[in-house]
């Protein structure tokens, strides 16, 4: 059974300082591996996603993800975070054996303090 | 170019009733994928439609189900309403391939009183 972990509920970070939030997966086969955020009461943004190709995946607003097949997972990233970057992050996996259907973590709370 | 919409923004309803949320997809998207979140929790995935076909269906109950019309829009029913079913929900736009990114709609809120 396809699943995703994100161990970490919530990760504090001071503005300028890099950030990262965590996430570990399983599934059969090659994994297509999603990032995104979610602001309050809103639905989900697209930051980034990993299909194959090069193990550094970059994507929108300055994040960046690293697939990591021996480890099974997929951290997500920024060199040096903003006050506006607080927000609730999902990571998410699609596989081969799960056909069309998307399984979400159970998010990160990032909150980045001026 | 409009992004997914969904309407209505927020709904009331009790138990037992039925209720009908609308997503409208992005532009040249075919496939329309709806999602539950819980308060706290991660979305979880109800069905897909593409074709006007449901094509692949989560762990939900019969109570849900769906539609997909022509210009690829979509509705979700949910029958026999219970308090469990207050949630946000959202739908996803996509081409139809399965490393397609999908695009979410602001969703719809839920309210079984």
């Known amino acids: 059974a396809q699943s995703v972990a994100q161990p970490e509920d919530q990760v504090n970070v001071a503005e300028g300082n890099p950030l990262t939030v965590k996430c570990t997966y399983s599934?059969?086969?090659?994994?297509?591996l999603f990032w995104y955020v979610q602001y309050p009461n809103r639905g989900l943004q697209f930051l980034l996603k990993?299909?194959?190709?090069?193990?550094l995946v970059k994507g929108s607003y300055g994040f960046e993800a690293e697939f990591n097949k021996s480890q099974t997972s997929f951290h997500l990233k920024k060199p040096s975070a903003l006050v506006s970057d607080s927000a609730l992050y999902f990571c998410a996996v699609r596989g081969l054996t799960g056909g069309f259907k998307t399984i979400f973590g159970a998010g990160t709370r990032l909150f980045v303090k001026a | 170019d409009a992004g997914v919409t969904q309407s209505p923004t927020h709904l009331i309803k009790t138990r037992g009733q039925q209720v009908t949320l609308r997503c409208s997809p992005k532009?040249?998207?075919?496939?329309v994928s709806w999602y539950q979140q819980a308060l706290g929790q991660g979305p979880q995935f109800i069905f897909q439609y593409y074709e006007e076909e449901e094509r692949q269906r989560g762990n939900f109950p019969d109570r849900f189900s769906g539609h997909q019309f022509p210009n690829y829009s979509s509705e979700l029913n949910v029958n026999a309403l219970l308090l469990g079913d207050s949630a946000l929900y959202l739908c996803?736009?996509?081409?139809?391939?399965?490393?397609?990114?999908?695009?979410f709609g602001p969703g719809t809120r839920l309210t079984v009183l």
């Open positions: 990993y299909i194959t190709g090069d193990n």
């Open positions: 996803a736009s996509s081409l139809g391939g399965d490393t397609d990114t999908q695009y």
């Open positions: 599934v059969s086969g090659n994994p297509y």
């Open positions: 532009s040249g998207h075919d496939t």
